[in-house]
């Protein structure tokens, strides 16, 4: 199978890194320096425009979210059927069908993942939108060697990732803080006490490996919940 492949950032790339020996893989960025450094990188054929990517017949977007819409623009003016998968988490599926003109389709695959952990091996959930149905056995073809498939509404892959994000980030920030207030201000011990300890503690939770003492804390801490 064919697929090309716009915008090779951290999650083009490692997305990229996946694919490229399961499919006939094209890169293209519009960042020219950027897309020959990337090329070198992955030993992978770049398309000189959109139109050679719309010869090939299925794109994936791997592009910041405000980019998704103008992308599908520019396929649309071509009048070339394509199948469009996007991966921005926070373009949902109807706005892709209000978007697209046919011959262009669009379908959301979302990824309950972190381009960072991913480089260091760990699958994603891969989320294939339920719609258009006639599109799910493409993505699922194409995504099956990137992480685990699900077929359902990706939309909701937004406020998974977004909550997640959150919840993270207002703990980075908690910790940081309650650090600084106890004196704490070296940045590598505050790095390590975020990037170590509690990025560690979050992971053996995932993966239900804690320890008596950290049980002891959740413990706690869904009693605090109940309240």
Known sequence: MQ?????????????????KDHVELTVFDRDAAFLAAMQNELGLPAAGSIDELAAIGTVILAVPDPEV???????NQLKTPVTIINIATNVAQHVLEETAVP?????????????????????P?????????????????????VGHVVVGKADIVS????????????????????????GVTDPDIVKSA???????????????DLGPFARQIVRAVRAKMKK
Request: charged share 25%.
């Open 3 to 19: 697929v090309g492949i716009i915008g090779i950032g951290r999650m083009g790339r490692e997305l990229a890194r996946r694919l």
């Open 69 to 75: 819409i103008n992308c599908i623009k520019d396929f």
């Open 103 to 123: 011959p262009v389709r669009c379908i959301n695959v979302k990824f309950v993942g972190h381009a960072g952990e991913m480089s260091l091996g760990l699958d």
């Open 125 to 145: 959930v891969v989320v294939i939108d339920s719609r258009p149905a006639e599109l799910v056995p493409v993505a699922r073809e194409i995504f099956s060697v």
């Open 159 to 182: 406020f998974i990732n977004t909550t997640a994000a959150e919840k993270a980030l207002e703990a980075a920030v908690h910790i940081e803080e309650s650090l600084r207030q106890q």
């Open 194 to 208: 975020i990037r170590q300890v509690a990025a560690g503690v979050l992971k053996a939770y995932a993966d239900q």
